[in-house]
T-cell receptor, first 114, second 115 residues
Framework: GNSVTQMEGPVTLSEEAFLTINCTYT??????LFWYVQYPGEGLQLLLKATKADDKGSNKGFEATYRKETTSFHLEKGSVQVSDSAVYFC?????????????FGKGTHLIIQP | SAVISQKPSRDICQRGTSLTIQCQVD?????MFWYRQQPGQSLTLIAT?????????ESGFVIDKFPISRPNLTFSTLTVSNLSPEDSSIYLCSVRGFTTNEKLFFGSGTQLSVL
């Protein structure tokens, strides 16, 4: 079956530090990959996605590259801000047409200190 | 984008009772899903809510425990029945629209605590 593994949290960084949150996956076929973010008191929001190998998703300064050879989709940001504090979920969808839901990782709680 | 209103946002229930959670979307959507997020765990898909027919449940989830309704393309309910402390979780509604095929929108969740 499908599975997503992401680094355990919480991850605590200082403002302007470089961020990497690791995500690896197991899936049959050619999944689409996603990063969702959940800010305190809010629902999950799609942060970025990639639908095929070597695609790079980017949004709000965050980037992630779909690496089929290493089955990874690591989230990076060059300079984090306090407002980036949230829980980040890596996820995959194994059906291209999206008929089913997603398989999520456990989430990584990111804390940015001023 | 779809705007989702999920109610209640939180509740505290007694063992043996039931809680019904509502999910209202501001536009018609193709797919509606219900997820559970247990403390310290990932989101787990409970079921797909099908309009006008019985929901499709994932392995480990049954209709008697998690009855779901979806009377139209903008509304669904999830009931968690015969509550036990193990049901204490966050329950999330999510939807997929007609035009954004792979993008899921999420409600803000319902935090359930069972005493």
């Amino acid at each position: 079956g499908n599975s997503v593994t992401q680094m355990e949290g919480p991850v605590t960084l200082s403002e302007e530090a470089f961020l990497t949150i690791n995500c690896t996956y197991t899936a049959t076929g050619y999944p689409s990959l996603f990063w969702y973010v959940q800010y305190p008191g809010e629902g999950l929001q799609l942060l970025l996605k990639a639908t095929k190998a070597d695609d790079k998703g980017s949004n709000k300064g965050f980037e992630a590259t779909y690496r089929k050879e290493t089955t990874s989709f690591h989230l990076e940001k060059g300079s984090v801000q306090v407002s980036d504090s949230a829980v980040y979920f890596c996820a995959l969808s194994s059906l291209g047409g999206g008929a089913d839901g997603l398989t999520f990782g456990k989430g990584t709680h990111l804390i940015i200190q001023p | 984008s779809a705007v989702i209103s999920q109610k209640p946002s939180r509740d505290i229930c007694q063992r043996g009772t039931s809680l019904t959670i509502q999910c209202q979307v501001d536009s018609q959507v193709t797919m509606m899903f219900w997820y559970r997020q247990q403390p310290g765990q990932s989101l787990t898909l409970i079921a797909t809510a099908n309009q006008g027919s019985e929901a499709t449940y994932e392995s480990g989830f049954v209709i008697d425990k998690f009855p779901i309704s979806r009377p139209n393309l903008t509304f669904s309910t999830l009931t968690v029945s015969n509550l036990s402390p193990e049901d204490s979780s966050i329950y999330l509604c999510s939807v997929r629209g007609f035009t954004t095929n792979e993008k899921l929108f999420f409600g803000s969740g319902t935090q359930l605590s069972v005493l």
